[in-house]
């Protein structure tokens, strides 16, 4: 395997990337390459590499926006232009890339490509929006709520007659945290 830039600096009158030598490795790997993808394809079969050679364009490789294309050398540039790749991606040359859809483990994630709206406090959302990501969601923070202390009047009014409930249900963590701070500032315990 070579990993190798596919970006080299613009106005440079000639590449420094040694085709001849890229067309003969099993598996070449290009980063940022996206906008230079008929070049490279080219320059690698003009070397010698078979134009019917698998390659695999990963954009946004491993995020809830992961998408592979998948092309021979000769229509890489085309395929890639067809489906609107955008960088950033990586572009996989070789036998490897045939492989893309066994080895598709993002793709299988149980939240792939799903969109969720967390609408959670702001300090409460970032955990629950961090586990919906590993599982390959794309997450949209959206705070709908805000938690505020409620009246002390009325707080203190259900904690002088707390005994004379006979269930006392707590619908939230949030609600449960609340509960047990203002049972302390009255001087209760559990």
């Known amino acids: 395997v070579v990993l190798v830039t596919g970006h080299e600096q613009p106005g440079k009158a000639e590449s420094d990337l040694d085709y001849s030598a890229l067309a003969r490795i099993g598996t070449v790997v290009f980063y940022m390459g996206v906008g230079r993808l008929d070049e490279i394809a080219r320059g690698l079969i003009a070397a010698g590499r078979d134009a019917a050679t ?45 492989l893309a859809d066994t080895l598709a483990w993002c793709d299988r994630r149980p939240l792939f490509g799903q969109t969720i709206l967390v609408t959670r406090t702001r300090t409460q959302a970032s955990e629950l929006s961090s586990q919906l990501r590993d599982l390959g969601a794309r997450v949209i923070e959206c705070p709908t709520i805000a938690i505020e202390p409620a009246g002390e009047g009325a707080l203190r009014a259900a904690f002088d007659n707390l005994n004379s409930y006979h269930w006392l249900v707590l619908t939230s963590p949030n609600g449960v945290e609340c509960f047990c701070r203002c049972l302390a500032d009255c001087g209760g315990d559990a």
Request: charged share 20%; no cysteine; hydrophobic share 50%.
């Open 54 to 98: 698998p390659v695999a364009v990963v954009e946004r490789a491993t995020t809830s926006h992961q998408r592979t294309v998948r092309a021979d050398l000769a229509r890489l540039a085309q395929a890639a232009a067809e489906q609107g790749v955008d960088a950033p991606a990586i572009v996989i040359v070789g036998e490897v890339a045939s």
